[in-house]
């Protein structure tokens, strides 16, 4: 049986992948980290909670994603664990370099001392193009360079040199994905997207009376994240690692999706967007589109779900989720707390049980 560990199990990538890899036939290992709150509530939304096997990891911490490695023996390592949020990257510079950047050296070392034959999938961005396309409408492609403009996007351009350098230096199957920005009814609320869905799914229940937005005119490649985990697979099952670009070739404004999404929920968007300067950032990449002929090309991926279409199911969810809460329901995705057992792999003097 194939073997993965997947970093960031708990985020919106992790969750789908390790539901696609489950699907496969794949042994699903995944690292976790310990809050406060515990956060399975993805596992748990996509049913397939039991079904992995949990390993608590740091990104800060060496020794913990080594011992990832050796518990998991895995054959496909997939590291999507990141501080992901660009924003937050202009207030937290300093351990969004450590967790976004470091963290990819610090596991492609284990990678090469305890498992040289893992095949190692680093989850690159769109945000690495920054502000390369200058205003020209032209898509971004592998060749395209690499202007960062946020402390995020630089982490992740540390990342993804040092994924080339190991596979180069190390004979290490690595490769990286340049995604660009993917969405679902299982992304963070703090991504403008499911923002904007939820404020709106709101508004029309008569939860809210407006939506906070920052910078409307920003434009951006938006796919559905379930087809993007898909082409993460398909890397790691190529002859040789390559890195490609996968994004959808369309490209729209965050007031788009607002109108999209307005007009999916009933509500005229003049009435309730309410513009914050407090939610502009210090620099912000002004738009973005990528061509993924590479990848349709190489490894037949192609986008399938285009942008009303995500709209309106991010739109439809959130609103099936407020009637649901409104009528006493408990949001069905909501985990208590850590479970005893349920996967968890705990040490007991120094040795994981
Ligand atoms: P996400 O929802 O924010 O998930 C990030 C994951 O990393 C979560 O499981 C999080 O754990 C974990 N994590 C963060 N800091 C950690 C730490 N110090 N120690 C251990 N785990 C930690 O992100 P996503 O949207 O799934 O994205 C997956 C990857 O793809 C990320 O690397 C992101 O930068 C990259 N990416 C995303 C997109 C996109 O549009 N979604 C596009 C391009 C690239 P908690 O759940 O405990 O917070
Ligand atoms: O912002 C603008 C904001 O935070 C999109 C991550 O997954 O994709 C994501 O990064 C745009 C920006 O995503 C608000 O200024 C306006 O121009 O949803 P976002 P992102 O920054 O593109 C890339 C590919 C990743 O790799 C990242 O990990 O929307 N915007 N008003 C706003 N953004 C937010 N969050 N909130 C607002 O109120």
């Not at 980290?33 to 990891?57: A, C, D, G, H, M």
């Not at 080594?66 to 054959?75: K, L």
């Not at 099952?237 to 070739?249: C, F, H, K, S």
Request: net charge positive; proline share 6%; aromatic share 12%.
């Amino acid at each position: 049986m194939n073997r993965a560990l997947i970093t960031g199990i708990t985020g919106q990538d992790g969750a789908y992948l390790a539901h696609y890899l489950l699907k496969k036939g794949y042994e699903v290992y995944g690292t976790y980290r310990r809050l406060s709150t515990p956060n399975f509530w993805r596992l748990n939304y996509l049913e397939i909670f039991p079904k992995v096997k949990l390993i608590p990891v740091d990104l800060t911490d060496p020794s913990s994603l080594g011992e990832a490695i050796t518990i998991s023996r895995p054959h496909e390592i997939y590291h999507l664990a990141a501080q992901s949020f660009v924003e937050a990257s202009f207030q937290t510079p300093v351990s969004t370099a450590h967790m976004t950047g470091v963290s990819v050296v610090t596991l492609l070392e284990a990678v090469r001392t305890l498992s040289p034959e893992s095949r190692f999938y680093f989850a690159g961005t769109s945000e690495l193009y920054g502000d390369s396309l200058g205003g020209s409408p032209a898509k971004l492609n592998e060749d395209s360079p690499f202007k960062p403009v946020s402390p995020y996007a630089a982490a992740k351009l540390f990342g993804l040199w040092s994924t080339e350098i190991y596979n180069r230096a190390y004979d290490l199957f690595a490769c990286t994905g340049i995604l660009f920005n993917h969405e679902s009814p299982i992304r963070g609320l703090e991504f403008v997207t499911r923002k904007i869905a939820n404020e709106v799914a709101k508004i029309s229940v008569g939860l809210s009376d407006q939506i906070r937005l920052g910078n409307v005119e920003a434009k951006r490649d938006w796919g559905y994240a379930p087809e993007y985990v898909d082409a993460m697979w398909r890397m790691l099952q190529a002859d040789t690692p390559r890195m490609y670009v996968v994004a959808t070739g369309e490209t729209h404004s965050v007031r788009e999706f607002l109108d999209v999404a307005c007009a999916e929920a009933g509500i005229r968007a003049d009435k309730y967007l309410k513009n914050d300067k407090s939610l502009h950032r210090p620099l912000d990449v002004p738009a973005l589109v990528g061509d993924h002929s590479r990848i349709t090309r190489e490894l037949h991926w192609k986008p399938k779900t285009r942008f009303d279409q995500l709209v309106k199911n991010m739109v439809r969810e959130e609103l099936s989720r407020w009637q649901r809460y409104l009528k006493g329901e408990v949001f069905p995705w909501d985990v208590p707390s850590y479970p005893d057992g349920h996967g968890i792999i705990r040490r007991v003097r120094g040795r994981a049980q």
